[in-house]
């Protein structure tokens, strides 16, 4: 009796100890779900807040496409940093087990869903720093479409990793053709960018260069997932898949961010120089008191001599022959060579004739064209255009305009041509013009004419100063222009 109560007591106890154990495993997984929902919503709305501070304390896109190249350069780096922060955020969230996830696989592959997540948030920015960085020659539709088309073709393959059968092909083959449209739009780019001078085989901007390492580099993705678990599991082996998606991530980014960077900091680097140089003719200018600023067609050439100057001092420093170039413009000036469009005509035969070295005149049409597309932008050429259509440094049209009542309206003329005297008034002289015509002065207008040649004698007071100043300033600008292409 006593061993049957016993017993029935020993059962009892164990009983209650796996409902206490029930119980304690129950809430501890309560627990760890609480736990998980909570982490999930503090960093979506800490992503959320991130990505609302930076849309509300930044420029809109649409602005910054239409902005400078040094402008846009550096909206470019910000956002590849947003890139890299993204992916460190991610990477260091594949080491914890709550992304993992069992596809469907006889190999009973775990995916780490932060991998996909991570490329949906990064692959659009790089796709729209690109669009960024054409500048105001690539449609502005394109700041949608293309970020658009890089998230839809991760989406679509991502839902391939879910589904067997058909579907799976199906999924896949469609992803790869939205990659491939995408790329399509990629080349297409390059060409707008250089306004058809440059194709996805040649060319030698910037912009091509970084378009072509997105898509090479971006390219082996979709191999690797064909080839991988998540496609048709052609490799099985866990370690060779993990590494290769870490080592084409790592080549993907790296190189993107770094060559938008080396960009920028080329662009500074000639931006110095170009500046320097204009500053050392903005300064002659304020010296003679004149308005640096306004662009008139002496401007214009004065601009054109700087940029020969800048584009000269990069090219040499290019070629490795930098000691040589102050030789180089010397040459270039007594051959009466003062702007890249005279460079760009250049051939062997014509540089044989100005004995010019053509190796050097080779080199210095190729940087040219670089130049033209890296360091003009739209809206300073349009407005470089505008001010030259409006002004002129030819003093005799305004010596027209004030002598025609300063507002353009033309006034009565100072002396009437009369025949027989029609007026009535007295010839200013005896002799006759040829054909019975004479010159005579209405008596009305005698205060009206003094007036105007006192203006006239004002004006071509005025226009024999900025001749005298034109005629010393030339010198003075040639060896200030010198003296600072040896400084640089």
């Avoid at 739009?185 to 060409?191: G, K, L, S």
């Avoid at 990069?314 to 040589?324: I, P, R, S, V, W």
């Avoid at 027209?400 to 009542?405: D, H, N, P, V």
Wanted: glycine fraction near 8%.
């Amino acid at each position: 009796m006593e061993d049957i109560m016993a017993g029935r007591m020993y059962s009892v106890a164990e009983i209650s100890r796996k409902l206490t154990e029930v119980a304690a495993e129950a809430d501890y997984q309560s627990f760890e779900d609480a736990t998980l929902v909570a982490q999930i919503f503090s960093g979506v709305f800490f992503a959320g807040l991130a990505l609302w501070l930076s849309f509300t304390n930044g420029t809109r896109l649409s602005f910054i496409q239409q902005a400078s190249l040094e402008k846009r350069l550096t909206v470019c780096c910000m956002m590849t940093t947003y890139v890299a922060a993204f992916s460190a955020f991610f990477n260091f969230f594949q080491l914890t087990e709550v992304d993992d996830f069992m596809i469907p696989r006889a190999t009973q592959f775990s995916l780490d869903m932060a991998r996909p997540i991570e490329w949906i948030c990064t692959c659009p920015i790089m796709q729209l720093v690109l669009v960024l960085l054409g500048g105001s020659r690539i449609p502005e539709y394109r700041r949608m479409l293309m970020p658009g088309l890089s998230a839809l073709i991760l989406v679509v393959g991502f839902a391939s990793t879910f589904i067997e059968g058909i579907w799976q092909y199906v999924l896949y083959i469609l992803s790869f053709a939205i990659f491939g449209i995408m790329s399509f739009i990629n080349r297409y780019q390059i060409t707008e960018h250089s306004q058809g001078q440059e194709s996805l085989l040649s060319g030698d901007s910037e912009f091509r260069k970084a378009t072509i390492l997105v898509m090479a580099t971006w390219m082996p993705f979709p191999m690797w997932f064909f080839m991988s678990p998540e496609g048709l599991g052609l490799i099985d082996n866990i370690l060779v898949i993990q590494v290769g998606w870490a080592f084409l991530n790592i080549v993907a980014k790296f190189t993107f961010i770094f060559y938008i960077q080396r960009i920028k900091d080329n662009y500074c680097n000639r931006l110095k120089v170009k500046r320097e140089i204009y500053g050392a003719q903005a300064q002659d200018k304020a010296i003679q008191g004149g308005n640096y600023g306004q662009i008139t067609p002496t401007e214009q050439h004065n601009k054109a001599k700087g940029e020969l100057g800048a584009v000269v001092v990069e090219t040499m420093n290019f070629l490795g022959m930098a000691q040589h170039t102050d030789r180089f413009m010397r040459l270039l000036h007594k051959a009466d060579v003062s702007s890249l469009e005279q460079i760009e005509s250049f051939t062997k035969e014509k540089c044989d004739q100005l004995s010019l070295p053509h190796d050097l005149v080779s080199a210095l049409q190729k940087r040219f064209k670089v130049w033209k597309l890296e360091m003009a932008d739209n809206a300073e050429i349009e407005l470089e255009k505008g001010e030259l259509h409006y002004a002129s440094d030819d003093p005799m049209s305004h010596v027209a305009r004030k002598l025609g009542g300063g507002d353009g309206v033309v006034t009565p003329p100072v002396c009437a041509m009369e025949q027989g005297g029609e007026y009535g008034e007295q010839p200013y002289g005896a002799g006759m013009i040829g054909g019975g015509m004479n010159i005579s002065i209405r008596g009305g207008d005698d205060k009206e004419l003094g007036d105007r040649l006192g203006r006239m004698e004002e004006m071509m007071s005025t226009l024999m100063e900025k001749v005298a100043l034109v005629s010393a300033s030339d010198s003075r600008s040639a060896e200030a222009e010198s003296t600072m292409v040896r400084r640089v």
